[in-house]
């Protein structure tokens, strides 16, 4: 019952945009998003939750819908900085329950 | 304002052995989750605890346990140590009902 993601890999140059799409077989109360560079901890970028907003961050931004049990994450004119493993988290019951991650995007920008 | 701390950084144990992580949660946070993440693979989901409670658990076996204290560190436990145990072991905080998770840097588990 893992969330799957796609693409598993994205290349990128600096300025250029990517979508890294979450989804979940059962019925989401959140979506978190994850960045985690190598040999380091995943650090938190956003959280959607479930009848909320799109939530932004700079120039990651995330969608999520609630119908399809999905989620993406946008990143816009990309920069180095972005490059590193995405990996979106679900939540099924409420903000108490389990989270758990999915497959991971890697990503790598280029100058 | 100190993050996640976790120790020992890095671990090498022999198979059959013991070991045991710690965890001390961000400042303000009283949930703490575990996850094992092997090389290449996202983080999964071993058991979280709050108010020193076993809240829920993923799927591994009793080889794996836990402790949460009143100041809201946290151990984990492995007995009888397997190879396939050799992992990276994230401690995550949290505040109960909140949102977001706060990860430490790991413990790097090698088992030979």
């Known amino acids: 019952q893992q969330p799957v993601q796609s693409p598993q890999a994205v290349i990128l140059r600096e300025g250029e945009d990517a979508v890294i799409n979450c989804s979940s077989s059962k019925a989401l109360y959140s979506v978190h998003w994850y960045r985690q560079k190598h040999g380091e901890a995943p650090v938190f970028l956003m959280i959607?939750?479930?009848?909320?907003e799109q939530k932004g961050h700079e120039k990651i931004s995330a969608s999520f819908n609630e119908k399809k049990q999905q989620s993406s994450l946008y990143l816009t004119a990309s920069q180095l900085s972005y490059s590193g493993t995405y990996f979106c988290g679900t939540q099924w019951g409420d903000n108490t329950d389990k989270l758990i991650f999915g497959t991971g995007t890697r990503l790598q920008v280029f100058p | 304002d100190a993050g996640v701390t976790q120790s020992p950084t890095h671990l090498i144990k022999t198979r059959g052995q013991q070991v045991t992580l710690r965890c001390s949660p961000k400042?303000?946070?009283?949930?703490v989750s575990w996850y094992q993440q092997a090389l290449g693979q996202g983080p999964q989901f071993i058991f979280q605890?709050?108010?020193?409670?076993?809240?829920q658990r993923g799927n591994f076996p009793d080889r794996f346990s836990g402790h949460q204290f009143p100041n809201y560190s946290s151990e984990l436990n492995v007995n009888a140590l397997l190879l396939g145990d050799s992992a990276l072991y994230l401690c995550a905080s949290s505040r109960f009902r909140g949102y977001g998770y706060t990860f430490g840097s790991g413990t790097r588990l090698t088992v030979v």
């Open positions: 605890y709050y108010e020193e409670e076993e809240r």
């Open positions: 959607l939750l479930k009848g909320g």
């Open positions: 400042s303000g946070h009283d949930t």
